[in-house]
């Protein structure tokens, strides 16, 4: 048995899938500010963001080597420090750093590097708005 009919396509099923996750991914995509990037998942999970779950997940070893705060720092408003490279890292924190979450792609690309380097997976929107609401608490 097929899972596509003779006329169609696999790849156009996979166009159309990726157009759909593209699409559910506009909100953050397109978002310019820190607090645009947190409606975007905060749209994206249907509830409001736990800025104590995003500190916690932050502070937090999840049976891994590394915790978000281990080269960030428990409070992400000074220059933070690479674990293993020692290379400087600016302030994590948006009111401490204005360049921090302006970048939907770069935001994107280090959630994803660094989820899978604490947590061993993507982090979910969820994770991402929690952790995000949290950083915008932060004030100088």
Not at 4 to 27: D, K, M, N, T, W
């Amino acid at each position: 048995m097929h899972l596509f009919p003779l006329h169609q396509s696999p790849r156009r099923f996979v166009i159309a899938a990726l157009g759909f996750a593209g699409a559910a991914l506009a909100p953050v995509a397109q978002a310019a500010t820190p607090a645009e990037l947190l409606a975007g998942y905060t749209a994206q999970v249907g509830s409001p963001a736990a800025p104590a779950h995003g500190q916690q997940l932050f502070t937090t070893r999840h049976g891994r080597e590394w915790s978000c705060s281990s080269c960030h720092g428990a409070v992400p408003t000074q220059t933070g420090r690479h674990a293993s490279t020692g290379k400087s890292i600016g302030a994590l924190a948006p009111a401490f750093n204005p360049q921090r979450f302006t970048d939907a792609a770069k935001t994107e690309k280090w959630f994803h590097r660094n989820c899978n380097d604490v947590v061993g997976r993507e982090c979910t929107p969820a994770e991402k708005a929690d952790v995000l609401s949290w950083l915008l608490t932060l004030k100088p």
